[in-house]
């Protein structure tokens, strides 16, 4: 029973773990789907989680603190979208300015603002985005199997939560199922054949890149209102490149995406739970390795060696018209 | 509508648009000073003092420009091949491995002059390592090196903090980081030739031996990228894949060998900290350097002559900014990281964005000047 217990525990925190990872790794896949490369999805998320925490500090209210993440990972967004779309600059570059941007502008304003060393105040529980019982949940809970799996792993997250996981269906109704999901995948292969048939190449990036801003501005609020009661610097801790990570271990694919956040999430539950015990046969896992799991998979992956990881064709490159 | 094509002189393509982005990120640096309520020529000035208006300043500024000489170049030679190293920060921590190795064999046996060759050895190949690598896996399996650099950023990280917590920490001690080492692994210091034009330096100032090493590496990465075939090669390969294909260079060999300078120029940045300055080797000594190695490179524009005084201007940033923070607490050491990342963005994802105003006002005050006809401009 007790086994039981600890398994149902580790699975509801990866699902804790992975909302942050899945929400990014959408955002990502929205601009990389459309060509452009983002790197800064950490900046992003980061920057969002700054915003959704000061936000909410000041006013109180958790949904302002959502509009107010969503709003500055829009920005940043934008930013990336202008030198990369409109100035055709190197997208690389862009992403790992806006990264370093969020990272140093995020403690010298939360400093400034609150002078708790780069903290914001901590958030009372009206001001964040808190457990939500699933209907039903007290009353299974004592059924074998279906208790815990119920109210044990799958109720008890946040609204974010929630909404990251059904952002997936959502994401493959769009791209797979509306005119704008086909243009989307259309320039991020060819977009001198969207161009041709009339379509702005500019416009489609630049939508893809505000839907890029919009799920980062949830994944940092969700860090920064639900997973912890305000904001801690660089709490993002490299959580957008493990994103990016879990992208291209999807494929570029919002299902496969999910499987793949979840994986990474399982990881890091996994890395918390099994700290300094010591496992059968291997022994003592150290902490770091299970840490760096994610990247040596992703480096694996990436290295052709379990299938093949293809970005989409334009992805990186400016789009250049004709004249 | 559309400006004519000109080329801009020389000056103005390698001079005055670096610069006018510059300005620009440090305007808007500013705007942030302001936002949190100092006042940003105030505090350039107390910057600018803080880095240059003393010896101890000056050795400082210095010191931390020696790991940005380095990680800039690590950086440039990756961008002549048209290749983008992420990976120096990691490729300078696994090269404090290297250094640490060769320093812990050697300390008690060498004096410092035989320790030094050896640990740049040591770190070089740390550092090449680490860069071959995510170089193999582009040259042969395709997979984009930005991505498996950062990844092994975050690898080389995690392998340090388990070595130096696990293996590397001596016995009986609490602090995860290996023994301090003895004479023989320690650099000269360099104060004295400060002092010799009457600057005032204290013995502790951290500017030592391997700022000359920097140097000796500009001037070799210069010869390298424009006086040697391989250098040819490289600069081929970067400007187009298809070109070099074309005449018969191998583009594996010249993607793992770029990207192997690359690692060891990255990895000899690790010399600096832990040789001149710490005498050990702990936790994160590489405190981004290896990031702000991109921005030195953008803005030196991948040429050693432009990242000597990028290198510098950062060591300013990071000098004066410690200062700084002592004088006005809202702005503390991250500002610089904001300062690094406008910097990057400007000089690097908007190169252009001053580029056609400045071509449109050459071609209508001077034409001549952009190899255009008096008249033409309208064409």
Redo the contacts between chains.
């Keep these: 029973m007790e086994a039981l217990d600890i398994a149902a525990n580790v699975l509801s925190s990866t699902i804790r773990l992975s909302v942050p990872l899945l929400l990014a790794c959408l955002a990502g896949l929205y601009s990389e789907r459309s060509g452009v490369f983002d790197?800064g999805l950490e900046g992003k998320m980061l920057a969002g989680a700054f915003a959704g925490a000061a936000a909410a500090a000041v006013t109180g209210s958790a949904w302002l603190g959502l509009s107010a993440a969503i709003l500055v990972a829009v920005a940043l967004a934008l930013?990336h979208g202008?030198?990369?779309i409109t100035?055709?600059?190197?997208?690389?570059?862009?992403g790992?300015?806006?990264?370093?941007?969020?990272?140093?502008?995020t403690?010298?304003?939360g400093?400034?603002w609150f002078h708790q060393g780069?903290r914001t105040p901590s958030l009372p529980g009206t001001a964040r985005f808190g457990a939500i019982t699933l209907p039903g949940a007290e009353a299974v809970r004592d059924v074998p199997v279906l208790g815990p799996i119920y109210s044990g792993i799958l109720s008890g997250h946040s609204l974010l939560a929630y909404l990251a996981f059904l952002a997936v269906p959502f994401t493959w109704w769009v791209l797979y199922r509306t005119r704008f999901g086909l243009r989307l995948r259309a320039v991020g292969e060819n977009p001198a054949a969207v161009d041709t048939a009339g379509i702005s190449v500019t416009f489609l990036r630049y939508r893809a890149v505000v839907c890029t801003g919009i799920l980062t501005g949830m994944a940092g609020c969700y860090m920064a209102l639900s997973q912890n009661a305000g904001f801690v610097k660089d709490m993002t801790a490299?959580r957008g490149?493990i994103a990016?990570?879990a992208l291209?271990f999807a494929k570029w694919k919002p299902v496969p995406a999910m499987f793949a956040c979840l994986l990474f999430g399982f990881l890091d539950a996994l890395s918390i739970r099994l700290q300094g015990t010591p496992l059968p046969l291997v022994g003592r896992v150290?902490v770091?390795?299970m840490?760096?799991l994610p990247?040596?998979l992703?480096?694996i992956l990436?290295?052709?060696f379990i299938g093949k990881a293809i970005?989409p064709r334009a992805g990186g490159v400016p789009y250049v018209k004709e004249? | 509508m559309?400006t004519p094509y000109a080329r801009l002189p020389a000056w103005a393509d390698y001079g005055l648009i670096p610069l006018i982005n510059l300005a620009v990120a440090f305007a808007v640096a500013g705007l942030?000073v302001l936002?949190?309520?100092e006042n940003p020529f105030r505090a350039a000035i107390i910057l600018v003092k803080g880095a240059f208006g003393s010896g101890q300043g000056i050795a400082y500024t210095l010191y931390y420009a020696t790991n940005f000489i380095f990680t800039g170049l690590a950086v440039a030679v990756a961008f002549h091949c048209g290749l983008?190293n992420?990976g120096g920060e990691g490729q300078a921590y696994i090269a404090g491995l290297g250094i640490a190795l060769v320093c812990l064999a050697f300390d008690q046996v060498l004096p410092w002059w035989l320790t030094f060759p050896l640990a740049i050895l040591g770190a070089s190949a740390a550092g090449a390592l680490w860069a071959l690598?995510p170089a193999w896996?582009q040259a042969k399996?395709?997979?984009?090196i930005?991505?498996?650099t950062?990844?092994?950023n975050?690898?080389a990280a995690?392998?340090m903090?388990?070595l130096l917590?696990?293996v590397l920490k001596p016995l009986g001690s609490q602090a995860p980081e290996t023994r301090v080492f003895l004479e023989g692994a320690q650099l000269p210091k360099l104060g004295w030739i400060l002092a010799e034009f009457g600057l005032r330096v204290r013995p502790s100032a951290p500017l030592n031996v391997s700022f000359l090493l920097a140097l000796v590496m500009a001037f070799l990465v210069w010869a390298l990228i424009w006086r040697t075939k391989l250098g040819y090669e490289i600069r081929t390969y970067g400007f187009s894949p298809k070109a070099a294909r074309y005449a018969g260079i191998s583009e594996s060999r010249i993607i793992m060998v770029t990207m192997l300078i690359s690692g060891a120029l990255a990895g000899m940045m690790a010399l600096n900290p832990i040789m001149g300055d710490q005498h050990k080797v702990s936790l994160d000594f590489v405190a981004g350097a290896g990031?702000v190695g991109?921005a030195v490179a953008?803005m030196g524009r991948s040429h050693p002559a432009g990242i000597v005084p990028a290198a510098i201007l950062f060591g300013m940033l990071y000098q004066g900014g410690a200062e700084l923070a002592f004088e006005m607490p809202?702005?503390?050491r991250?500002?610089?990281?904001?300062?690094?990342?406008?910097v990057?963005?400007f000089a690097?994802?908007?190169?252009?964005?001053f580029r056609h105003p400045v071509q449109t006002l050459f071609a209508t005050v001077a034409p001549k000047s952009v190899g255009l006809a008096a008249g033409q401009e309208r064409a």
């Design positions: 790197i930013v202008f030198a990369s100035h055709r600059g190197n997208q690389i570059v862009s790992v300015a806006i990264n370093f941007v969020a990272a140093g502008a403690i010298i304003l400093q400034a780069g490299g490149y990016l990570a291209i150290p770091q390795f840490q760096a990247y040596v992703t480096v990436l290295a052709g970005p004249r | 559309s942030v936002l949190v309520g983008f992420i690598i896996l399996r395709g997979s984009h930005v991505i498996t950062i990844m092994f975050f690898i995690s392998a903090v388990y917590v696990d990031f991109i953008l809202a702005i503390s991250d500002m610089i990281v904001i300062i690094q990342g406008l990057i963005l690097g994802a908007l190169e252009h964005l």
